[in-house]
Protein backbone atom coordinates (compact mmCIF):
# COMPACT_ATOMS: atom_id res chain seq x y z
CA UNK A 1 0.00 0.00 0.00
CA UNK A 2 0.82 3.74 -1.08
CA UNK A 3 1.03 6.25 2.03
CA UNK A 4 -0.51 9.26 1.38
CA UNK A 5 1.54 12.19 1.83
CA UNK A 6 -0.04 15.09 2.17
CA UNK A 7 1.87 18.61 1.32
CA UNK A 8 2.59 20.70 4.55
CA UNK A 9 0.35 23.75 4.86
CA UNK A 10 1.42 26.50 5.95
CA UNK A 11 -0.98 28.92 7.93
CA UNK A 12 -0.97 32.36 6.13
CA UNK A 13 -1.94 33.93 9.34
CA UNK A 14 1.15 33.01 10.65
CA UNK A 15 3.35 34.05 7.73
CA UNK A 16 1.41 37.61 7.95
CA UNK A 17 2.02 37.99 11.43
CA UNK A 18 5.36 37.51 11.83
CA UNK A 19 5.89 39.50 8.81
CA UNK A 20 3.81 42.27 11.08
CA UNK A 21 6.07 41.63 13.55
CA UNK A 22 9.61 42.42 11.41
CA UNK A 23 7.61 45.44 9.75
CA UNK A 24 7.06 46.45 13.53
CA UNK A 25 10.30 45.69 15.03
CA UNK A 26 12.15 47.81 11.92
CA UNK A 27 9.40 50.41 12.72
CA UNK A 28 10.31 50.06 16.59
CA UNK A 29 14.42 50.89 15.33
CA UNK A 30 13.37 53.48 13.39
CA UNK A 31 10.88 55.22 16.16
CA UNK A 32 14.30 54.75 18.32
CA UNK A 33 16.42 56.67 16.07
CA UNK A 34 13.34 59.30 15.30
CA UNK A 35 13.68 59.53 19.76
CA UNK A 36 17.71 59.88 18.98
CA UNK A 37 17.00 62.35 16.59
CA UNK A 38 14.49 64.37 19.16
CA UNK A 39 16.77 64.31 21.60
CA UNK A 40 19.57 66.02 19.44
CA UNK A 41 16.87 68.85 18.89
CA UNK A 42 16.19 69.23 22.16
CA UNK A 43 19.81 69.99 22.59
CA UNK A 44 20.16 72.04 19.64
CA UNK A 45 16.97 74.09 21.19
CA UNK A 46 18.28 74.11 24.68
CA UNK A 47 21.54 75.72 23.31
CA UNK A 48 19.33 77.84 21.06
CA UNK A 49 17.34 78.77 24.39
CA UNK A 50 20.37 79.49 26.05
CA UNK A 51 21.69 81.63 23.36
CA UNK A 52 18.67 83.63 23.33
CA UNK A 53 19.15 84.57 26.86
CA UNK A 54 22.55 85.54 26.31
CA UNK A 55 21.88 87.75 22.94
CA UNK A 56 21.94 91.18 22.69
CA UNK A 57 19.96 91.38 19.94
CA UNK A 58 16.10 91.11 19.69
CA UNK A 59 16.17 89.97 16.36
CA UNK A 60 18.86 86.97 17.11
CA UNK A 61 16.72 85.81 20.58
CA UNK A 62 12.77 85.88 18.17
CA UNK A 63 15.33 83.70 15.53
CA UNK A 64 16.42 81.61 18.42
CA UNK A 65 12.65 81.34 19.69
CA UNK A 66 12.03 80.76 16.95
CA UNK A 67 14.24 77.66 15.48
CA UNK A 68 13.68 76.21 19.05
CA UNK A 69 9.51 76.14 18.78
CA UNK A 70 10.38 74.54 15.37
CA UNK A 71 12.06 71.97 17.42
CA UNK A 72 9.09 71.34 19.56
CA UNK A 73 7.05 70.85 16.60
CA UNK A 74 9.31 68.46 15.15
CA UNK A 75 9.71 66.53 18.21
CA UNK A 76 5.84 66.42 18.85
CA UNK A 77 5.36 65.20 15.19
CA UNK A 78 8.14 62.37 15.16
CA UNK A 79 6.15 60.87 18.98
CA UNK A 80 3.05 60.95 16.77
CA UNK A 81 4.28 58.65 14.48
CA UNK A 82 5.99 56.34 16.80
CA UNK A 83 2.67 56.09 18.53
CA UNK A 84 0.55 55.48 15.06
CA UNK A 85 3.33 53.23 14.05
CA UNK A 86 2.55 51.25 17.43
CA UNK A 87 -0.87 51.23 16.56
CA UNK A 88 -1.07 49.58 13.42
CA UNK A 89 1.65 46.91 14.44
CA UNK A 90 -1.01 45.93 16.40
CA UNK A 91 -1.81 42.45 18.60
CA UNK A 92 0.63 40.33 16.36
CA UNK A 93 3.57 42.36 16.79
CA UNK A 94 3.05 43.49 21.04
CA UNK A 95 6.66 43.58 21.96
CA UNK A 96 7.49 45.66 19.13
CA UNK A 97 4.61 47.99 19.39
CA UNK A 98 5.28 48.42 23.29
CA UNK A 99 8.81 49.09 21.84
CA UNK A 100 7.61 51.88 19.77
CA UNK A 101 5.39 52.79 22.08
CA UNK A 102 8.00 53.44 24.51
CA UNK A 103 10.13 55.33 22.31
CA UNK A 104 6.85 57.83 21.43
CA UNK A 105 6.15 58.26 24.75
CA UNK A 106 10.58 59.38 25.07
CA UNK A 107 10.08 61.36 22.56
CA UNK A 108 6.48 63.25 23.32
CA UNK A 109 8.04 64.04 26.98
CA UNK A 110 11.42 65.56 25.05
CA UNK A 111 9.24 67.47 23.01
CA UNK A 112 7.16 68.73 26.00
CA UNK A 113 11.26 69.69 27.42
CA UNK A 114 11.93 71.33 23.77
CA UNK A 115 8.76 73.43 23.44
CA UNK A 116 9.73 74.63 27.43
CA UNK A 117 12.95 75.95 26.09
CA UNK A 118 11.45 77.47 23.16
CA UNK A 119 8.99 79.13 26.12
CA UNK A 120 12.06 80.49 27.58
CA UNK A 121 13.65 81.69 24.42
CA UNK A 122 10.52 83.59 23.38
CA UNK A 123 10.67 85.19 27.26
CA UNK A 124 14.37 85.86 26.71
CA UNK A 125 13.73 87.91 23.37
CA UNK A 126 10.95 89.95 25.21
CA UNK A 127 13.58 90.92 27.81
CA UNK A 128 16.19 92.00 24.81
Given at each position: ???????A??????????????????????????G???????????????????????????????????????????????????????????E?????????????????????????????????
Amino acid sequence: AEAETTPAETDPTDAEATTTSAEATTTSAAAGESGAGTEQAGGEAGDTAVGAEQSTSTVEAEAAAAAATEAASAATETAAEATTTAQEAGKSAGEAAEDAAGVSQKAAKDATGVAELAADAQKAAGKV
